[in-house]
C-alpha cells in the first residue's frame, strides 16, 4: 500500500466570494474546444504534439490493451534503444503507470524509473523492457475499480479478474512487442505485490518469472486491514483516496496536527468514516459488514488459493522484516507454494531488514538501526539480479541462489538457509524455548514456581497507547512523513506508562539467535467482556553504546502484534469473554531471524491498545465495533498471569548452539 495526504483547507473564504466562486464554475460551459470557436483566431496549443526524442536512450509507446471483455487497460512500455531479444518485465499498479514511468522527466531511462516500485538498476543495466500497467478502473484504464478484486468465483460473479487481466496482456505483449524475446516476468510491490501473485492463476506460457515484493495476501489475518480482528483505522485515509475516484483526486483532509486527537474525538472508527461522507465507498461498506473473518476475506485469502493452484511458474518471494504494512502475507504464501516445490529451485524466498519497499531503496538503516552495508542494494546484484536474468535472457546461467536467503539482523549478517524457518547452512536447527513472564516483572527460561500470581493495569479507552511517540503523523512517505520506521521506534515511552507491563531478563552473557515466529501465549483475565492484547518482543540495548551513542537503553522491537480477544475461540464468530477468569491466548508474533548479543537484555511488553494505529476496543462486547457508542468504552481491570498452571510465556523458535546455553 502506498498512500500519502493533502490536507484541505476551505476555511477562511468569505461566504460571498465562495458563493461567486461556485457559480462561476456552474455557469461555465464545457462545449467546444476554442479551435472550433474562433477559427480565425486559433488555439496555441497542437491538437496532438509530439515531444522530439533526439538522444534519448530508451523509445516510449503508450498503448490501450484490449481485455477478452473489451475493456482497454492503459499501458506504457519503455524500450532501451535498439533493444533486442530483450525480457520484459511487467508491473500492473493501481498508482498510476505514468507517474511510475516519469518520475523524473529525462532523456535517460533511469531517471525517469527512479522512484516507487522499480528497482531501476536492475531494469535499466541489464536492458529490460519495461511495462508499467494502469489496472482496470484506474487512471486511465477503463472498467470498474474493485479493491484487490477477487478471483472470479464466490466473491466475483463477472468473466474476469486481475488473473485474466494480466493473461490478456501478456498475450498482446508477446505478440505486440517485436524487440522482446517473448519472456515476460511480473514484480511489484504491496498491491502491485499483489498483482504478480494472481499472474500465478492459469499463468501465461509466456509468464517465465514473478517476484513478489511485500504483497497484500491476507487482509485480515495481519495485512492492510486488520491484525487478527483489530481494525487498522489510519488505513482510512488509503481507502477514502484510493476508492472515492478513479485517479485518487479526492484527498483526506483533516483539521488536526495529531491524529491521535483525530480519532479519539471521533470516537469509533465507524464514526469518522462516516464524518467523511465513506458510506459513498463500496470497499468501505464491504469492511463494514464483514468485522469478523468469515468468508468474505477467507474466500479471497490469496495463500490459501493458491496451496490449492499448482505451481507452474519460479517465484521469489521478497519479505521485509519490518514491514510497517504487509507483514504477514508473503510469508503465508511461501508455506502455502513451498510444499509444490518439487525440484526445491522453483520457490526462492528472501527476508530482509527493511521496511515496506525498502529493498528497491537505500537499506544500510532503517531509523536509528543501522546494519553495516546496504542491505538493499547487495539484494538486488545478488539476488533479485540474477534470478531474473536467469529466466527472462537468453543463455543466461542458473542463479545460484540458496532456497532461502535472510539478513540475521543484530549479528548484521546474510544466512543461506534451506527452508524457512528450520534449518541453516550449517545443519543448525531452530528449537522452541519458552520466555516466561515471571513474578516482579521478570522474564527468563524458567517457569515460574513462586510469587504473585499475577500483575494487572488498568486499560482506559479515554487514554488508549500511542503506538508511537505523539504528535502521532498521518499514514505516508512525503513530506518528512516517519511512516515507514514506527516499527524500529524506540519503545521506551511506552515501558514507563502504568498502563503497559514490562517484563525484563537479565543481562545477556552470550548471543542468543531466534529465527521463525515467536508464539504468545498468554493467560489474562479482564474485568470487563472483550479486550485487546497486544504483546511486544524487544531488544534492549546496553545503557551505553560506544559506537553509537543516541542508542544507549534503546528499546528494538523485534516483533510486535496486536490480538482482538472476541476471537479467541475462533476468528469467524465472536464471542464476548467472561469476565474475571483467566483464559489462554495464543497467536504468533511477526517472523523474525534475530540475534540477541551480549551486553543486551530482552523484554516483552504487554498492553491492551495500540492507537491510533488500531482502533480502540471499548472493553465491553458489542456486536460490530464499528458502531460501538460512547458509553460502550469502560475501563477494565487486566490481569496477566505468572504462576504454576496459569503460566504466560514466548516460545521463541530458538537457533540451537546460538542458544544462549
Not at 172 to 199: C, H, Q, R
Request: glycine share 8%; with cysteine.
Amino acid at each position: 500500500m502506498k498512500s500519502s495526504r493533502a490536507v484541505i483547507a476551505w476555511r477562511g473564504l468569505k461566504p460571498a466570494l465562495l458563493t461567486l466562486m461556485l457559480t462561476m464554475s456552474l455557469s461555465t460551459p464545457a462545449t467546444e474546444t476554442p479551435q472550433a470557436q474562433y477559427p480565425n483566431f486559433p488555439s496555441e496549443t497542437p491538437a496532438k504534439f509530439e515531444p522530439a526524442s533526439e538522444g534519448y536512450d530508451y523509445v516510449k509507446r503508450d498503448v490501450m490493451i484490449p481485455m477478452r471483455d473489451g475493456v482497454k487497460l492503459h499501458t506504457i512500455i519503455l524500450l532501451p534503444k535498439g533493444a533486442q531479444h530483450a525480457g520484459m518485465l511487467l508491473t500492473r499498479t493501481p498508482y498510476d503507470a505514468k507517474e511510475l514511468t516519469t518520475h523524473t522527466p529525462s532523456g535517460h531511462l533511469g531517471p525517469m524509473l527512479q522512484g516507487y516500485d522499480n528497482a531501476t538498476d536492475v531494469i535499466v543495466e541489464d536492458g529490460y523492457i519495461r511495462v508499467v500497467q494502469d489496472i482496470r478502473g484506474k487512471y486511465g484504464s477503463e472498467g470498474d475499480y474493485v479493491m484487490n478484486r477477487p478471483l472470479h468465483g464466490p466473491q466475483n460473479p463477472t468473466p474476469v479478474d486481475d488473473a485474466t487481466d494480466t493473461y490478456d496482456t501478456i498475450d498482446w505483449l508477446v505478440k505486440n512487442v517485436p524487440e522482446s524475446n517473448g519472456k515476460v516476468g511480473t514484480l511489484g510491490i504491496s498491491y502491485d505485490g499483489f498483482e504478480p501473485l494472481m499472474a500465478l492463476f492459469n499463468p501465461h506460457p509466456a509468464l517465465k518469472v514473478s517476484v513478489p515484493m511485500n504483497p497484500m495476501v491476507d487482509g485480515w489475518m495481519g495485512d492492510d486491514w486488520f491484525h487478527y480482528g483489530a481494525f487498522r483505522q489510519q488505513n482510512l485515509a488509503y481507502i477514502y483516496e484510493q476508492v472515492a475516484s478513479r485517479d485518487n483526486s479526492f484527498k483526506w483532509g483533516t483539521n488536526y496536527h495529531d491524529d491521535y486527537d483525530l480519532f479519539l474525538q471521533a470516537g469509533s472508527a465507524g464514526a469518522l468514516a462516516q464524518q467523511y461522507g465513506m458510506q459513498q465507498i463500496g470497499f468501505w461498506n464491504k469492511v463494514l459488514a464483514h468485522p469478523a473473518y468469515d468468508t468474505f476475506w477467507s474466500e479471497q485469502a490469496v495463500d490459501k488459493l493458491l496451496a490449492a493452484q499448482p505451481l507452474k511458474v519460479p517465484v521469489m518471494l521478497v519479505h521485509s522484516l519490518w514491514d510497517q504494512e504487509d507483514i504477514y502475507g508473503d510469508l503465508a504464501v511461501y508455506r502455502a507454494i513451498k510444499p509444490k516445490d518439487q525440484g526445491g529451485d522453483k520457490v526462492k524466498l528472501v527476508l530482509g531488514p527493511w521496511h515496506h519497499g525498502q529493498e528497491i531503496d537505500e537499506g544500510s538503516s532503517l531509523g536509528q538501526i543501522r546494519f553495516g552495508s546496504d542491505t538493499s542494494k547487495y539484494f538486488r546484484e545478488h539476488m533479485l539480479r540474477p534470478f531474473l536474468a536467469q529466466y527472462l535472457k537468453d543463455g543466461a546461467p542458473k542463479a545460484e541462489l540458496a532456497a532461502v536467503t535472510a539478513f540475521e539482523t543484530g549479528s548484521n549478517q546474510w544466512r543461506r538457509l534451506n527452508r524457512w524457518p528450520q534449518a541453516c547452512d550449517t545443519g543448525c536447527a531452530t528449537k522452541s524455548r519458552a520466555l516466561y513472564l515471571q513474578p516482579g516483572q521478570k522474564l527468563g527460561f524458567t517457569a515460574p514456581s513462586t510469587g504473585e500470581a499475577y500483575a494487572e493495569y488498568v486499560s482506559d479507552p479515554a487514554k488508549p497507547v500511542p503506538f508511537r511517540a505523539r504528535p502521532i503523523q498521518p499514514v505516508g512517505y512525503d513530506n518528512g512523513l516517519t511512516w515507514a520506521q514506527w516499527l524500529v521506534d524506540d519503545q521506551r515511552e511506552a515501558s514507563g506508562r502504568t498502563d503497559v507491563l514490562s517484563y525484563t531478563s537479565d543481562v545477556l552473557t552470550s548471543p542468543l539467535t531466534i529465527s521463525g515466529a515467536p508464539e504468545v501465549h498468554l493467560v489474562a483475565s479482564t474485568s470487563g467482556s472483550d479486550s485487546d492484547w497486544v504483546v511486544k518482543l524487544i531488544d534492549i540495548y546496553p545503557d551505553q553504546v560506544a559506537e553509537q551513542p543516541a542508542m544507549g537503553g534503546y528499546q528494538l522491537a523485534v516483533a510486535m502484534d496486536i490480538f482482538r480477544g472476541r476471537y479467541r475461540e475462533g476468528f469467524a464468530t465472536p464471542q464476548p469473554i467472561a469476565a474475571d477468569q483467566p483464559l489462554l491466548y495464543q497467536f504468533a508474533l511477526p517472523a523474525a531471524n534475530h540475534m540477541f548479543l551480549p551486553g543486551h537484555r530482552i523484554m516483552v511488553q504487554v498492553q491492551s491498545s495500540w492507537f491510533p494505529l488500531y482502533d480502540r476496543n471499548p472493553q465491553t462486547f458489542v456486536p460490530n465495533i464499528f458502531w460501538a457508542k460512547p458509553g460502550d468504552y469502560r475501563k477494565a481491570t487486566q490481569r496477566i498471569y505468572q504462576a504454576p498452571g496459569h503460566a504466560s510465556y514466548i516460545a521463541l523458535p530458538v537457533v540451537a548452539g546460538r542458544d544462549g546455553s
